[in-house]
Nanobody
Framework: QVQLVESGGGLVQAGGSLRLSCAAS????????MGWFRQAPGKEREFVAA????????YYADSVKGRFTISRDNAKNTVYLQMNSLKPEDTAVYYC?????????????????????WGQGTQVTVSS
């Protein structure tokens, strides 16, 4: 049974930073590609960032490129999203997702239906 649990969300002022974590259960985490998505009220879920199972490839939405960094620690079964220079428009519920066959490229990484498992989400609120 795969479980993904996000943490690290909260309220921060514009220009501030947060680091989200996603802890995964499952013996084969190191073979999963992982993604972060977000969903603001009244909007569709949108791609934020993804990382290949090996950690050697990362993908970002244009809106967060240069500000957010995705990383993983396979020894801890955890994927991270470091968010810097936060803006009010980054306010959303952030979800992590897992693709267990690990096969991912930029096109596939951006599609929610490319992922097999999802966490429950963590709220990020950026005040102006």
């Amino acid at each position: 049974q795969v479980q993904l649990v996000e943490s690290g969300g909260g309220l921060v002022q514009a220009g501030g930073s947060l680091r989200l974590s996603c802890a995964a259960s499952g013996r084969t985490f190191s073979s999963w590609s992982m993604g972060w998505f977000r969903q603001a009220p009244g909007k569709e879920r949108e791609f934020v960032a993804a990382i290949r199972w090996s950690g050697d490839s990362t993908y970002y939405a244009d809106s967060v490129k240069g500000r957010f960094t995705i990383s993983r620690d396979n020894a801890k079964n955890t994927v991270y999203l470091q968010m810097n220079s936060l803006k009010p428009e980054d306010t959303a519920v952030y979800y992590c997702a897992a693709r267990v066959d690990g096969v991912i490229n930029y096109s596939r990484a951006r599609r929610p239906n490319a992922y097999d498992y999802w966490g429950q989400g963590t709220q990020v609120t950026v005040s102006s």
